[in-house]
């Protein structure tokens, strides 16, 4: 069992950043690859990035790829994105998932945060 809770997200304006944190309970937490997946305002949900259990490996989308960092901290229990040069299409609701493997496609995520708001500004 996992529980996810993503903090961090608010306004920011063009080029600025922000750090998105996702926080787990449960004792499983290590076992998992994460993924960060965000949903555009009338868009349907799209994947962000992924990194393995051990953090060894880490995926990106296209649109994001150079700009955002994804890492995670086992012993915290905590997974992070790390969001640089961010533009206003990359305004979304974002949240973190716990699953098998990383996959650009939200189905084998089983365990899903509520979501954290961010806003770009032009």
């Known amino acids: 069992q996992v529980q996810l809770v993503e903090s961090g997200g608010g306004l920011v304006q063009a080029g600025g950043s922000l750090r998105l944190s996702c926080a787990a309970s449960?004792?499983?937490?290590?076992?998992?690859?994460m993924g960060w997946f965000r949903q555009p305002p009338g868009k349907e949900r799209e994947f962000v990035a992924a990194?393995?259990?051990?953090?060894?490996?880490?995926y990106y989308a296209d649109s994001v790829k150079g700009r955002f960092t994804i890492s995670r901290d086992n012993a915290k229990n905590t997974v992070y994105l790390q969001m640089n040069s961010l533009k206003p299409e990359d305004t979304a609701g974002y949240y973190c998932?716990?699953?098998?493997?990383?996959?650009?496609?939200?189905?084998?995520?089983?365990?899903w945060g509520q979501g954290t708001q961010v806003t770009v500004s032009a």
């Open positions: 990194i393995s259990w051990s953090g060894d490996y880490t």
């Open positions: 998932a716990a699953g098998i493997g990383m996959s650009m496609s939200d189905r084998p995520y089983k365990y």
């Open positions: 449960g004792r499983t937490f290590s076992s998992y690859a």
